[in-house]
């Protein structure tokens, strides 16, 4: 029994020894081997991303991606088509993916309330401006679409979504905008029925999509609805006719109005309002 037991504290010693210089070996190639390399040097503008991250921050694609829609002629970067990989661009450069702007931000949409005395540009130097109003708003670079005059009020959209924008610039397919209008005086209803029939300025057919006396008020007040970004069209309507438009209000922009924003004042569209205006 001992010599099983000696046999056996052999054994384990044995054991041990095998053991204690497999540790011995893999720590020691497990050691790591100490290189005099140089720390790397930072290249480049910090101000400049690949272009190929560029599109995948806008949210289109991957990088990967990107690059095959690079490397077919899809992108370009301020008006030039760039197929080359590993190209970097600043973010203030106009990048364009089959032919639509992009940009690494965040969709933005905010509807605001247009008060008078503020001008609907972008421009800087234009005195008070509808950008002061939503400065706060997001961190995007937001635009509004349309215009309403510095004395117009009512409802504005901004975003940095050009598919929505693009929704709006088509006359006859885009998003109507409803407007109460107060006229220097009565519009005749012979006149009424000439704007909504459709008429010619200077060989220029104009069309509107509805327009109607205020219910309750005089006949100065007129609502009428229109799918034009600008308001310059409305004041040609009633021009040609010699009517003066004394005041014009933005009341709804599609299925879009002015309940719970005061004057002033902006909101962000739900994602049920979005989803509804997406499929104008």
Known sequence: ??????????????????ESKRFRSNAKGNTPVKKNNPTPKKSGNPDEIRLNKFISNSGICSRREADEHIAIGLVSVNGKVITEMGYKVKLVD???????SIRPEKKAYVLLN????????????KGRTVMDLVANATSSRIKPIGRL??????????????TISSK????????????????????KLEDLKKIQGGFKVEGKLIEVEEISY????????????IKNTGN?????????????????????IGHLTK??????????????????????
């Open 94 to 100: 106009e990048v364009r993916y089959d032919g639509a």
């Open 214 to 225: 205020i219910d309750g008020a005089s006949k100065k007040e007129i609502g009428l609805k």
């Open 232 to 252: 310059t069209i409305i004041r040609t309507i009633f021009e040609y006719f010699k009517y003066d438009i004394l005041s014009l209000d933005c009341v709804a």
């Open 114 to 125: 247009k008060p008078k005395g503020f001008a609907t540009t972008t421009s800087e130097g």
């Open 259 to 280: 309940k719970d924003i005061p004057r002033g004042h902006w909101k962000h569209l739900t994602e049920q309002e979005l989803n509804t205006l997406k499929m104008l």
């Open 168 to 187: 709006f610039m088509n006359s006859k397919h885009g998003v109507a905008r409803l407007f109460h209008l107060e006229l220097d005086k009565n519009l």
């Open 149 to 162: 005059g510095r004395n117009s009020k009512g409802l504005l959209l901004f975003t940095n979504d050009d």
């Open 1 to 18: 029994m001992d010599k099983q037991q000696g046999g056996k504290r052999k054994g384990k010693s044995s054991e041990r020894g095998s």
